[in-house]
């Protein structure tokens, strides 16, 4: 389910037996959240995680915060979310809240946050990058994935 010039990788050569992984996940957009979280779960089992931790937190705005409690307890984070655009500006707050939110938590903690939130121009992108039937992508393992790979070679 790669494309797009991401590398072919599979969880399942990695040994993740020694980690703890966070996994923190937001709410809205609960059918295309479903298949992140799915996703995220695979690879964590592919690559045979030790100990995971999973947290909700109500939106995208909130991963910052819990990515960073989290990131206490944990080796590796994986933050997921989905931002669909409407039609006012709140989108682009939500979008660069998340995503400068979650840089500075991972350079300041020293803990890869593994990116698993999407922003979407409409449903149907989401739905096609949520690893469901018929998607064409699976950003929830590959945010799992990338996660585990950076803890594992830090
Ligand atoms: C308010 C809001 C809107 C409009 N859209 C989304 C979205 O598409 N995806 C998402 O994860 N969260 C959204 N939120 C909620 C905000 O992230 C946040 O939870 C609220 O503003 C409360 O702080």
Redesign the pocket.
Known sequence: MSGHGAPVTHAGELDGTELTVAVAA????DTIMAGLLDGARRALRDARVGNVIEVR???????PVAARRVAERADAVVAL????R?G?P??DY?CS??TTGLTDVSVVSGKPVGFGVLTCDTEEQGLDRAGLEGSNEDKGYEAAEAAVRTALTL
């Open positions: 937001a709410s809205w957009h937190v109500p939106g995208s705005f909130e991963l979310g989905v931002v669909i409407g006012t709140h989108f939500v809240a998340a």
